[in-house]
């Protein structure tokens, strides 16, 4: 299985940016997909989940009403449309797999079963 994220880089607060995670080797529609994000020293956070097909969507208070999380089964790919970015938000954004619901997900990175290696965002004040 490999999850390979894309859509990092450099953006000033305020702007947006729109993450993409392509999935392989996998049945892309019997997984639960998810982001996290993680900064040195720190554990990995949840970010947004997404049940199998769309219909269930989760997001902590953080990013709640300026992320967006969606999904193509078609393509087997997960993405994060990012806006009304802040410093704050600057980590290294995973994306997950996880057989469970989108709301298992949510209950942290323990468990997880597939996880791409990271895409950085850097958001500059």
């Known amino acids: 299985v490999t999850l390979v994220e894309s859509g990092g880089g450099l953006v000033q607060a305020g702007g947006s940016l729109r993450l993409s995670c392509a999935a392989s080797?996998?049945?892309?529609?019997?997984?639960?997909m998810g982001w996290f994000r993680q900064t040195p020293g720190k554990e990995r956070e949840f970010v947004a989940a997404?049940?199998?097909?769309?219909?269930?969507?989760y997001y902590p208070r953080s990013v709640k009403d300026r992320f967006t999380i969606s999904r193509n089964n078609t393509k087997s790919t997960v993405y994060l449309q990012m806006n009304s970015l802040r410093p704050e938000d600057s980590a290294v954004y995973y994306c997950?797999?996880?057989?469970?619901?989108?709301?298992?997900?949510?209950?942290?990175?323990?468990?997880?079963?597939?996880w791409g290696k990271g895409t950085l965002v850097t958001v500059s004040s």
């Open positions: 997950a797999a996880d057989q469970g619901t989108g709301g298992s997900i949510t209950r942290g990175p323990r468990g997880i079963d597939y």
């Open positions: 997404i049940n199998w097909n769309g219909g269930a969507t």
């Open positions: 080797g996998l049945t892309f529609s019997s997984y639960a």
